[in-house]
């Protein structure tokens, strides 16, 4: 737009037109694939003409400003022609929503490669996604850049890849191909305390992932049993004897996972019996933990990671290892017990049972020496026979009470009813 030779308001007038154009036509905002998201003005997204500086701009060429009497003055000729752009005024908030709704037409979240694990526990590999964003500033550069054009106004934007944390190969790499070891425990339903602490410990184990040869520490991963934590009370084996506790049930977890270890053919790193035998497994195949003294851990030893799964039925608790192993090999566990210990027998003297009479307060049960043997088979055939462990089970001690005669002074003949004042204190 020619403006030479022309005062600041026939300059006005002349690019009135152009301003208007430039203001209000639509600019066509397309996204990938060339898909048209968007028609808007510009002043619909901030951007307009600044007029009067323009208009400035232009009149500044060739002249200085006379501070003295306050004007412009000419300050020489100007030869040939000279190019001035627009000056665009920008209302930030208007762009920057304009950026943000732009910005959700073009989001696409990144997905991560991932082991899927179907309900027939067979394992496949959901291959990772790039992402998609939109680079805002460049976005941005461009809407400025197309406003000034009185046509061909249409904008491709600006897009930035964003590739996923774990690419396929990545999670290929990982080895993860089959179910390796599953066991199974049951537990009394109706125990909703001990039921809930299973659950809480099954939902820090439930996902895990062992690296090949990392060690795996159960009291790391399910952290301190506390109320705070949410654990809740139930029984617990102290000093052979089951007493109130919190994250009474927990053992149980230990235990089936450990059998699952075992079945694996890992190594076992740490692992201690309970005083007593316990009723969800046999002799020799139970596990205790206490935190941070008594721990269960075992190491990876089959070259892939490892994928840790949990899962809980009615009265039932079973975990599952997924990796890679030889499929011809299979483990067996044994255990014998080598020796039964018998329980004592505690009398205890109460006055209150006549001469002759006995009561059973608690009944005795044996204690057990167990030898404890995991046996690999290639093909069928025993290839190896390891022992694992010698577990003692303390015997829990018969307690009963006998009544016994007291010999009364003369002071006491006035007293027939020795039972009713020992009862009333």
């Given amino acids: 737009i020619d403006v030479s030779s022309m005062t600041v308001e026939e300059a006005r007038d002349k690019i009135e037109d152009t301003v208007s154009l430039l203001e209000n036509g639509s600019i066509q905002i397309r996204g990938p694939e060339d898909k048209q998201i968007w028609d808007i003005a510009p002043y ?14 232009a009149y500044e060429i060739g002249r200085v400003y ?19 752009p627009f000056v665009l005024s920008e209302d930030q908030e208007k762009m920057k929503d304009l950026l943000l709704a732009l910005s959700e037409q073009i989001w696409i979240k990144p997905q991560d490669a991932e082991v899927m694990i179907a309900d027939d526990d067979s394992v496949s590999v959901k291959e990772s996604q790039e992402g998609l964003m939109l680079d805002q500033e460049e976005a941005k550069k461009m809407l400025r850049e197309t ?13 930035e890849v964003i590739m996923p944390s774990r690419l396929t190969t990545e999670v290929e790499a990982m080895g993860i191909r089959r179910l390796i070891a599953s066991f199974t425990t049951e537990f009394n339903a109706s125990k909703s305390n001990r039921v809930d602490n299973i659950k809480l410990g099954c939902d ?18 399910v952290g301190p049993r506390t109320t705070e934590r949410g654990f809740k009370t139930a029984d617990v084996i102290l000093d052979s004897e089951l007493v109130p506790g919190t994250g009474g049930g927990i053992c149980q977890l230990s235990t089936t996972l450990y059998n699952t270890a075992l079945l694996a053919n890992l190594e076992i790193v740490s692992r201690k019996n309970h005083g007593i035998p316990v009723s969800y497994v046999g002799l020799g195949m139970d596990a205790t933990v206490a935190y941070p003294y008594i721990d269960l851990k075992f190491r990876n030893t089959t070259g892939s990671h490892l994928i840790i799964r949990t899962k809980m039925g009615y009265n039932t608790l ?14 067996e566990i044994i255990s014998n017990v080598i020796e039964e210990i018998q329980p004592e027998t505690i009398e205890e003297r109460d006055p209150l049972l006549g001469s002759g009479e006995t009561e059973i307060v608690k009944e005795g049960a044996l204690g057990y020496k167990v030898e404890s043997y995991r046996i690999v088979k290639v093909a069928g055939d025993e290839v190896k026979r390891e022992f694992l462990y010698l577990d ?34």
């Fill in 66 to 84: 006379d501070n003295a009497n306050e004007k412009w003055v000419r300050s020489g000729r100007i030869r040939g022609k000279v190019e001035l």
């Fill in 44 to 57: 619909q997204m901030g951007l307009t003409v600044d007029v009067e500086k323009t208009l400035a701009n």
């Fill in 392 to 425: 003692r089970y303390n015997p829990r001690h018969r307690i009963i009470r006998k009544g016994y005669d007291i010999p009364l002074t003369d002071g006491f003949q006035n007293f027939p009813d020795l039972k009713t004042l020992m009862y009333e204190g």
């Fill in 204 to 221: 820090e184990i439930n996902g895990y992932v062992v690296e090949p040869d990392a060690v795996f520490s159960f009291n790391d991963v």
């Fill in 318 to 331: 079973t975990v599952s290892f997924y990796g890679d192993s030889p499929e011809d090999v299979s483990i």
């Fill in 147 to 159: 406003v000034l054009k009185a046509s061909d106004r249409v904008i491709a934007l600006p897009t």
